[in-house]
């Protein structure tokens, strides 16, 4: 089945520890993204990547870190975490570079900074 | 920049009405529009999407949507209601500033379908 998938689904931390949160896709796409989710603030773009080893920094991309050494995988690295990174984060990709192409989103990580 | 809006943040329907979600978009250019359904606990599912072509565009689980150009809109429809359509949906517009790469979402509208 074709999907992005994103672990963890859940996760309770405490400010400062870092953390990863992982993305895979299994639809060989070039273009992958991560966004956060706010209520009233609809979704903004963290970081993308447009090929292997090519990231860039979307709208909030302050506190986060990303790497793409693999196609299939663009994980999401929190530093430092902190109460204001309390959010739902959405991993998608697409397959080329087009506008009219879908993105397809993973399942999201609820993720709470104490 | 390219912008939604959404300005209904909940819209109430009774099952088998017809439902609308109301989008406007701002964009330099053309615009390349998307509907996006998230249910309680799950992921964006993607609904349908305009390119250009005919101004009604059909897309998943009996949805369409409308694109006016003159009006600047692009609203979500569904002739009957069902309970399980009541959802978050996301109105969204590619952005011509980063060569149509991002999706820039509107702010959501929660849909409540009461039996």
Redesign the interface.
């Known amino acids: 089945e074709a999907q992005?998938t994103q672990n963890p689904r859940y996760l309770i931390t405490v400010t400062g520890k870092k953390l990863t949160v992982t993305c895979s896709q299994n639809m060989n796409h070039e273009?992958m993204?991560w966004?956060r989710q706010d209520p009233?603030?609809?979704?903004?773009?963290i970081y993308?990547s447009?090929n292997v080893e090519v990231t860039d920094k979307?709208d909030v991309p302050e506190g986060y870190k990303v790497s793409r050494k693999e196609k299939r995988n663009f994980p999401l690295i929190l530093e430092s975490p902190s109460p204001n990174q309390t959010s739902l984060y959405?991993c998608?990709s697409k397959e080329g570079?087009?506008?009219?192409d879908?993105?397809?989103?993973?399942?999201?990580t609820r993720l709470t900074v104490l | 920049a390219q912008s939604v809006a959404q300005p209904e943040d909940q819209v109430n329907v009774a099952e088998g009405n017809p439902l609308t979600v109301k989008c406007t978009y701002s964009v330099s250019g053309?615009p390349?529009l998307?509907w996006?359904v998230q249910y309680p606990n799950?992921?964006?599912?993607?609904l349908l999407?305009y390119?250009t072509g005919d101004n009604l565009v059909k897309g998943s689980y009996g949805f369409e949507a409308e694109f006016n150009k003159s009006q600047t809109s692009f609203h979500l429809k569904k002739p009957s209601a069902l309970v399980s359509d009541s959802a978050l949906y996301?109105c969204?517009v590619?952005d011509a500033d980063t060569?149509?790469?991002?999706?820039v979402?509107?702010?959501?509208t929660r849909l409540l379908v009461s039996p």
């Open positions: 992005v273009y993204s966004y009233g603030l609809g979704l903004r773009q993308y447009m979307g959405f998608a570079f087009t506008p009219t879908t993105q397809y989103f993973g399942p999201g | 053309n390349y998307f996006y799950r992921g964006l599912q993607f999407k390119i996301f969204a590619r060569g149509f790469q991002k999706l979402f509107g702010t959501g």
